[in-house]
């Protein structure tokens, strides 16, 4: 009926606005950022450019600020809730959990030097929060007479709360990834390769 294809249609928009918009702007964050970074750091190296090695550093640094940002923008964000976004999209990039023997013993925000090994959401953790935290800012946004304060708070304790919430079950999932990976490279050439080729497509 109608009511099916209202819901549809919305349906539609919201994942183009996030899985298409969203997703292909952080693309363009990781790439003139961490991507850049390493392609920086393979030149100095073979040209023998330190400074390079430099500018490397900070554009790698910048990993979760640059998503953040280009997030927001693709999603409309007014600029308060973009500028916040950099923060946010920092700290989920940071954010993850403890791990032991394959299972999350520490619900951690960074690394505390549990036993364990600490493994960061990154790029993926920074995509969920930062559209959690930008469409929410972006419902307080120019809403009050103290917009300066009310949109950078309510945006950086909503990415701050995303990010302690879905960081450490995205550093998780990355890990089973990551040990399915490994595994596959244990099998025939052929059936390596497609494993490893539709996984990391997918991803």
Same mark, same amino acid.
């Given at each position: 009926g109608k009511g099916d294809f209202v819901v549809k249609e919305k349906l539609k928009k919201y994942l183009h606005r996030y899985f298409i918009d969203a997703m292909g702007a952080m693309a363009l964050g990781l790439f003139a950022s961490l991507l850049? /970074?390493?392609?920086?750091d393979t030149v100095a190296t073979y040209a023998n450019l330190p400074f390079l090695a430099t500018v490397a550093s900070y554009a790698k640094a910048a990993t979760g600020m640059a998503i953040g940002v280009a997030i927001a923008h693709a999603l409309g964000a007014h600029p308060l809730? $973009?500028? =916040?976004? !950099? !923060?946010?999209?920092? $700290? #989920?990039? #940071? $954010? /993850? !959990?403890? $791990?032991?023997?394959?299972?999350?013993?520490? *619900? !951690? #925000?960074?690394a505390k030097g549990e036993q364990g090994v600490f493994y960061s959401a990154g790029p993926a953790g920074a995509f969920f929060a930062v559209i959690i935290a930008a469409e929410? /800012?972006?419902?307080? =946004?120019k809403k009050t007479k103290v917009d300066i304060l009310v949109t950078p708070v309510v945006t950086l304790l909503v990415g701050f709360? #995303? +990010? *302690?919430?879905?960081?450490?079950?995205? +550093?998780y999932i990355m890990y089973y990834l990551g040990v399915f990976i490994a595994t596959a490279t244990t099998f025939a050439p052929l059936v390596m390769g497609i494993i490893v080729s539709v996984v990391v497509g997918v991803i």
């Open positions: 850049i /970074g390493t392609i920086f809730v $973009m500028f =916040s976004a !950099a !923060a946010v999209g920092a $700290m #989920a990039n #940071a $954010m /993850g !959990a403890v $791990m032991l023997d394959g299972a999350i013993i520490s *619900w !951690a #925000a960074t929410i /800012g972006q419902v307080v =946004s709360f #995303a +990010s *302690w919430a879905l960081c450490p079950i995205v +550093s």
